[in-house]
């Protein structure tokens, strides 16, 4: 059965970093374009991040780009965003979202990982 699941979000001062993780299971990985979403209280869910199903091309949100970093390691079914500069307006629940590159019909989402930036 498909599975994505979400780690590593927390408590972060300003300037701070964390790294998620997303770990899928139930689908061949290396065929799915993975991307990060996030969703703050009161706002639409906003695309964060993008990788390509062999980790080739990469894009970002304006807001992000330049802080935040996705990378994914198809040996171990796992995409990952690292976040440095953590500023409160990152606060949000993050989600990981897998779409299979030929056919768009076959998409997925994780549970989320809430990530709070706050002194």
């Known amino acids: 059965q498909l599975q994505l699941v979400e780690s590593g979000g927390g408590l972060v001062q300003p300037g701070g970093s964390l790294r998620l993780s997303c770990i899928a299971s139930g689908i061949t990985f290396s065929s799915y374009t993975m991307r990060w979403y996030r969703q703050a209280p009161g706002k639409e869910r906003e695309l964060v991040a993008t990788i390509t199903s062999t980790g080739g091309s990469t894009n970002y949100a304006d807001s992000v780009k330049g802080r935040f970093t996705i990378s994914r390691d198809n040996a171990k079914n796992t995409v990952y965003l690292q976040m440095n500069s953590l500023k409160p307006e990152d606060t949000a629940v993050y989600y990981c979202?897998?779409?299979?590159?030929?056919?768009?019909?076959?998409?997925?989402w994780g549970q989320g990982t809430q990530v709070t930036v706050s002194s």
């Open positions: 979202n897998a779409v299979h590159e030929r056919n768009w019909s076959h998409a997925y």
